[in-house]
């Protein structure tokens, strides 16, 4: 009797499961059409593709909810190039904490209710989908595509951003494009090791410590080299001063603690590249 009942309550769970995705199929399909009419909405779009995605992923069709944010992506890159971002309300990546905080956290701004507001940032928005994909691709143990994937978002979104800047400094940038690349490299390193991970992990790092050399020519931390001469502007002020355009505006403890501190900042650096030789070591020996 109760397999009976728990079989009953099973397929109806299914039947609901299947009506319901049919229904967000449906409604997607006729809001996709609409695309080129006046008043169509990207974020609510968004939202509607969000619920389907929500659904393979409470069933545990994670392949399938990570299709539906992958699909969501390459419709946002259509729009930027196609340079129709009305619905997103300025670049952003100006606020305190964005240059460091953790990519991964999708608890760092209501991002969801920023979106269904109409009120998200171009940065903000980037954020939060990245988050989603990675989120479901930490369930699936695919370590080595996060990383990947991790690495042309932060080199796309840090193209982006320099390309609008707003009110943040070049080095603001920097800041950001290293805690994300470490924030990813600490996330995914309880991953089995492969060498698909080393691999990716070793680009991450590449982008992390290219930072740090940014960084460190900027502040005459470290010699001179001809890649990063002119990474950042200089500015003649009116006395004949010549000065760099902005200060270190970063949150990011780390590295305003290796700024102030030139021995500090070498250990730091000695790491990443022990880090970074460690990866290509196994890279190198399995592949």
Known sequence: MWQDILGKIKEG????F??????????????????????????????????????????????????????????????????????FTRTGGTSPGDDSANI?????????????????????????????QCHLLTAMRKYAEICSRARDYITTLALTLR?????AGISFIESW??????????ATRKGQRSVALAA???????????????????FKLIP???????????????????????????TNDLLKEVIADEKKFCD???VSLSLFASNVGYYVSSA
């Open 18 to 87: 299947d009506s319901r995705v049919q229904q967000y199929e449906e409604d997607i399909r006729k809001m996709d059409s609409q695309r080129t009419l006046p008043g169509w909405n990207y974020c609510t779009f968004f939202i509607l593709k969000e619920g389907l995605a929500q659904s393979f992923e409470h069933m545990f069709l994670l392949e399938d909810s990570l299709i539906q944010y992958d699909e969501l992506e390459a419709s946002f890159f259509q729009l930027l190039r196609d340079k129709q971002l009305t619905w």
């Open 268 to 270: 730091l650096y000695r």
């Open 177 to 186: 494009m290293f805690s994300a690349a470490m924030t990813v490299v600490e």
């Open 224 to 250: 001179e080299s001809v890649p990063f001469e002119g990474t950042f502007a200089e500015v003649e002020l009116d006395d004949g001063t010549v000065v760099l355009e902005d200060d270190f505006k970063t």
């Open 104 to 132: 991964l956290d999708l608890s760092h701004k209501d991002y969801r209710t920023l979106i269904l507001a109409n009120n998200i940032s171009l940065f903000d928005f980037r954020v939060y989908l990245f988050a989603r």
């Open 200 to 218: 990716a992990t070793g680009d991450l790092l590449v982008i992390a410590r290219t930072q740090l050399d940014k960084l460190g020519h900027y």
């Open 13 to 16: 769970v299914l039947t609901s």
């Open 163 to 167: 390309s609008d800047r707003e009110r």
